[in-house]
């Protein structure tokens, strides 16, 4: 069956440092990536779709120069918090797809900041 | 406002009650319609998925979808504790895996 892996799964990081969370897709090819934050009491936000052969596209209030996103084939994706602060934390998920199919998602990197 | 709104906001049904869940997009350009279980700490798990106009029933788990209206809605038959958790409706515009979605419903389902 088709899975997304995600890790690490619980993340604690110090003010303004950074961390690296990652996506592996098994079973399937992800053409598609997505990245989405649920910070606390909220719903899912999209930060940024990347689609392979295409620029990776960011939504407003979101940037490459804080979220910079690898998507280097059809299997793994990554994603960076540079300098994470209070507002950074939350359940970060990625969302992996081969076209006309379902979304799969990663269990989830859940960020702490201290 | 959010392109995909959902109501209510929680709802309470005793054990064995229907719970029904509406989400509505208002971005003409959506052509597929997810719902989603998310129990609380977990990642969502897509429960049902709809792109046509009309209803699909899978086991207790019905969703109606009217592409004119861009309405969706969930209706959980003979629901159960384990059912309570946040439900998530998702749209999308294309393939893609890009989906906006809603502020979610929390459904608790009282024994």
């Known amino acids: 069956g088709a899975l997304v892996y995600q890790y690490p799964r619980r993340t604690i990081c110090k003010s303004g440092t950074s961390m690296r969370m990652e996506c592996q897709a098994v079973g399937f090819q992800a053409t598609s990536v997505a990245w989405y934050r649920q910070s606390p009491q909220k719903t899912f936000e999209l930060i940024a779709l990347s689609t392979v052969n295409s620029a990776i596209k960011y939504e407003q209030n979101f940037t490459q120069e804080k979220f910079p996103i690898s998507h280097p084939n059809l299997s793994f994706s990554s994603m960076t918090v540079l300098n994470a602060y209070l507002e950074d934390r939350g359940l970060y998920l990625c969302g992996a797809r081969e076209a006309n199919t379902e979304v799969f998602f990663g269990k989830g990197t859940r960020l702490t900041v201290v | 406002q959010q392109k995909v709104q959902q109501s209510p906001e929680s709802l309470i049904v005793p054990e064995g009650g229907m719970a029904s869940l509406n989400c509505t997009s208002s971005?003409?350009?959506?052509?597929y319609f997810w719902w989603y279980r998310q129990h609380s700490g977990k990642s969502p798990k897509m429960l049902m998925?709809?792109?046509?106009?009309g209803e699909k029933e899978e086991g207790r788990f019905t969703v109606h979808l009217n592409k004119a209206s861009l309405h969706t809605s969930l209706h959980i038959r003979d629901s159960q504790p384990s059912d309570s958790a946040l439900y998530l409706c998702a749209a999308s515009d294309n393939a893609g895996a890009k989906l906006t979605f809603g502020g979610g419903t929390r459904l608790t389902v009282r024994p």
């Open positions: 998925s709809i792109f046509s106009n």
């Open positions: 971005d003409r350009n959506v052509d």
